[in-house]
């Protein structure tokens, strides 16, 4: 789990546990129960999975209290206790669907954590597939994961569902429980969709399939590098762990996507008119990063002498707080050669905010493709900090402003495999 983003209220664990005890009902304690249920998942006692067993048992048909009862699910997945599964199994009759989800999701945690589950827990799961509204691909996702072969005819019937993150994962499962190669290309084509939640999950999808023949694919689809690496990095992994693949195989896909040039995303939208280039800029904060790819594309290919300064003037106004759109302006910066951002482009690779960690590693590159040499002492002391794609994208940027012995300025060895791996062919 990642614990970035743990510990913001400081509760200690007996604040939490009184506090989530409170009565369902007072509505003065609701947001505080949420608040509760969440951080105690930092909390792995008896006493704190016992807590969350009695907000789950809270019956309470309003509103906040269902909200706690979805969250303190949640908590008991992410903590995989085996002895809540009746507990959990129980939610899965629930009118409420996204408690349902939720226990849906938890069983799987659990479950793949412990390897054996009670064959009654997973037929009750599987018999959610039959129920109208529900969060099927998260069901089925679950079946899948856990290995239940009897669910299998259930999950058929939603390879041709009209919602492509559903038919997605119905296709992963039937590749995974019956060994459906036929299903695996569709989920490939998946990658491809307008629907931008199907590509994200089909990412996922090839991911618990184990497919890694499809990372070529995914280094391509227009979706924000963060899923890609991801979906690569571990698929990369599972090959190289059966010796099916090699780093050199793996590598340059890799360092496409940690580069991240719109010429290197399969583009799936298109522009019917020339646009003013504040709209194209404007574009760069959009939810769907395949839009945001052809906009930077654009930008690059049509407007290179107008859009530095649309882009500066748009990170002065709002980008510099969007992280979507900062990603992207990093980003161009470098592909745009924008020298005036070069104290931008500082200050973001050492911006130690959680939620622009994938602006650090477009800074790095966007440095490199600068060509100031006055970046390499902030290039070296990226190298120390450890997330592993900030420190490859500070080597390849060392490497592209000509830097050879890269390796000698490291203070200690990284601790991650593919930095490692990359470090060996310098």
Not at 91 to 101: A, G, I, P, Q, T
Not at 327 to 332: G, K
Request: negative net charge.
């Amino acid at each position: 789990m990642n614990n970035r983003f743990s510990r913001l209220f400081n509760l200690t664990e007996a604040q939490a546990i009184e506090i989530l005890d409170a009565p369902a009902a007072d509505s003065d304690e609701a947001s505080g129960r949420y608040i509760a249920a969440s951080h105690l998942v930092n909390f792995d006692t008896e006493a704190v999975i016992a807590a969350l067993v009695r907000a789950v048992q809270k019956a309470d048909d309003d509103l906040d209290n269902r909200i706690v009862r979805r969250k303190a699910v949640e908590s008991l997945g992410r903590l995989k206790v085996k002895a809540a599964l009746p507990i959990i199994a129980s939610c899965l009759m629930d009118e409420d669907s996204y408690l349902v989800e939720n226990a849906a999701w938890a069983i799987g945690e659990i479950g793949q954590a412990i390897s054996l589950v009670d064959p009654a827990i997973l037929e009750k799961l599987a018999q959610q597939l039959d129920r109208p509204g529900q969060s099927y691909r998260t069901i089925i996702h679950s079946l899948a994961a856990l290995g239940y072969e009897p669910a299998a005819d259930r999950i058929a019937k939603f390879t041709a569902s009209d919602q492509a993150p559903i038919a997605s994962a119905a296709l992963s499962a039937m590749y995974r429980l019956k060994g459906d190669d036929k299903a695996i290309p569709q989920v490939i084509q998946f990658l491809q969709s307008l629907d931008v939640n199907a590509r994200r999950g089909s990412i996922q999808d090839l991911i618990d399939a184990n497919y890694y023949r499809a990372i070529p694919h995914i280094a391509q689809c227009p979706v924000s590098s963060v899923f890609r690496l991801r979906g690569i990095r571990l698929l990369a992994k599972a090959g190289m762990d059966e010796g099916k693949l090699t780093f050199a195989q793996v590598q340059p896909l890799l360092e496409k996507v940690i580069c991240d040039h719109p010429n290197d995303v399969a583009l799936i939208h298109h522009y019917d008119q020339p646009l003013a280039v504040k709209t194209l800029v404007q574009d760069l904060y959009g939810t769907d990063f395949g839009r945001c790819y052809l906009a930077s594309k654009t930008l690059i290919d049509d407007l290179p002498d107008q859009a530095p300064a649309a882009m500066l003037e748009s990170y002065e106004s709002e980008g510099y707080n969007d992280y979507g759109a900062h990603y992207h302006l990093m980003r161009l910066f470098g592909w745009l050669k924008v020298t005036a951002a070069y104290d931008l482009l500082i200050g973001a690779l050492n911006n130690k905010a959680p939620q622009f960690q994938k602006s650090r590693m477009a800074a790095a590159i966007a440095l490199g493709e600068l060509g100031e040499k006055r970046a390499i002492t902030e290039l070296r002391s990226a190298l120390s900090v450890p997330i592993w794609s900030l420190q490859y994208a500070a080597i390849l940027a060392l490497s592209k402003l000509g830097e050879a012995n890269i390796v000698s300025y490291l203070t200690t060895e990284p601790s991650d495999w593919l930095v490692q791996e990359k470090l060996k062919t310098l």
